[in-house]
T-cell receptor, first 115, second 108 residues
Framework: NAGVTQTPKFQVLKTGQSMTLQCAQD?????MYWYRQDPGMGLRLIYY???????DKGEVPNGYNVSRLNKREFSLRLESAAPSQTSVYFC??????????????FGNGTRLTVT | QKEVEQNSGPLSVPEGAIASLNCTYS??????FFWYRQYSGKSPELIMS????GDKEDGRFTAQLNKASQYVSLLIRDSQPSDSATYLC????????FGAGTTVTVRA
């Protein structure tokens, strides 16, 4: 039972390069999220998917695209990386029941450096 | 105004003392509240969830929620060096919003 699995763990890109961060969960959760974490800024939501087939922008979506491939998988794509996208990226999943959001389960993170 | 505000810290407490962490939120309609602990270089892990006004205790941790005052707190009793970490408050509307975190250092 792996929970939330992210790949890769580390990545270095040059400005303008593209890449996709992969995320998969095996908890049968409906909702999946991508956050970025920068020093002193806490976790900021990039995109989320409330259920399979839907995606919505979060707080900081510019420069990113996402795909909810199926219920298990939610990928984040950087089309043209910029140094401002240097950050630690976390994927998470959860379920929603009524008005309540269940706790997020996080992956181990991807440390991305853009030079 | 940020949606979720935490006391900025860092907070340094002696071993065995009580660490008190505070969080305020702006959305009166929020229903779910969480405290996460994050060790340096690791992902956040859930330590407490609270949904109703009042106190909720789990071992050495107590979460307190006051929806009228839009305030949620976390008390860590008998603080241990292993409690040294950053603590994140999270509040939901249709998605979870996180505070910037409070770094706690427990001095042996």
């Amino acid at each position: 039972n792996a929970g939330v699995t992210q790949t890769p763990k580390f990545q270095v890109l040059k400005t303008g390069q593209s890449m996709t961060l992969q995320c998969a969960q095996d908890m049968n959760h409906n909702s999946m999220y991508w956050y970025r974490q920068d020093p002193g800024m806490g976790l900021r939501l990039i995109y989320y998917s409330a259920s399979e087939g839907t995606t919505d922008k979060g707080e900081v979506p510019n420069g990113y695209n996402v795909s909810r491939l199926n219920k298990r998988e939610f990928s984040l794509r950087l089309e043209s990386a910029a140094p401002s996208q240097t950050s630690v990226y976390f994927c998470a999943s959860s379920d929603i029941g009524g008005d309540r959001v269940s706790p997020l389960h996080f992956g181990n993170g991807t440390r991305l450096t853009v030079t | 105004q940020k949606e979720v505000e935490q006391n900025s810290g860092p907070l340094s407490v002696p071993e065995g003392a009580i660490a008190s962490l505070n969080c305020t939120y702006s959305d009166r309609g929020s229903q779910s509240f969480f405290w996460y602990r994050q060790y340096s270089g690791k992902s956040p892990e859930l330590i407490m969830s609270i949904y109703s006004n009042g106190d909720k205790e789990d071992g050495r941790f107590t979460a307190q929620l006051n929806k009228a005052s839009q305030y949620v707190s976390l008390l860590i009793r008998d603080s241990q060096p292993s409690d040294s970490a950053t603590y994140l408050c999270a509040v939901n509307d249709y998605k979870l919003s996180f505070g910037a975190g409070t770094t706690v250092t427990v001095r042996a």
